[in-house]
């Protein structure tokens, strides 16, 4: 089977229910699995003002470009305070719009109950990021 993996950094800011302040949120991860399959296993760190800061995050990406022109990012993380928190959210790829579709990641933040604590939006940076990302592409 033909494995790949490469690495990500998304940065971008989310806001807490009731509240108007933006707070930052940043997570690289490395995605590892086999280029035939969508499920790529994904590790890395995470961080997100207030709640987690270069947290262990582990999860999923779904990759679906071309069936289902989606991208889905699952992690889970413990926060600074000891509980555990989720991240999901999926770009939703549009032609018309691709380089805007491809960029950014709207998601949420959930604790383990499943309240959002947080709505996130965050973007890959081609201007800072893109020979890195590119250049991080490997067999696996």
Do not use: C, N, W
């Amino acid at each position: 089977m033909l494995g790949v993996k490469f690495t990500e950094t998304m940065r971008g800011t989310f806001k807490r229910p009731g509240e108007a302040a933006e707070r930052a949120i940043e997570f690289t991860i490395t995605a590892r699995g086999s280029a035939l399959r969508p499920r790529f296993a994904a590790d890395g760190t995470l961080s997100a003002e207030g709640i987690a800061t270069r947290r262990p995050a582990h999860g999923q990406l779904i990759l679906r470009p071309i069936l289902g022109r989606t991208l889905r990012y699952e992690l889970e993380f413990t926060g600074d305070d000891g509980r555990p928190y989720g991240f999901a959210g999926q770009k939703d790829l549009e032609l018309l719009r691709l380089r805007k579709t491809m960029t950014t990641l709207p998601g949420q933040i959930r604790d383990r109950d499943g309240h959002v604590v947080g709505e996130v939006v965050v973007k890959f940076d081609l201007s800072s990021d893109l020979l890195g990302f590119l250049g991080s592409f490997r067999p696996a």
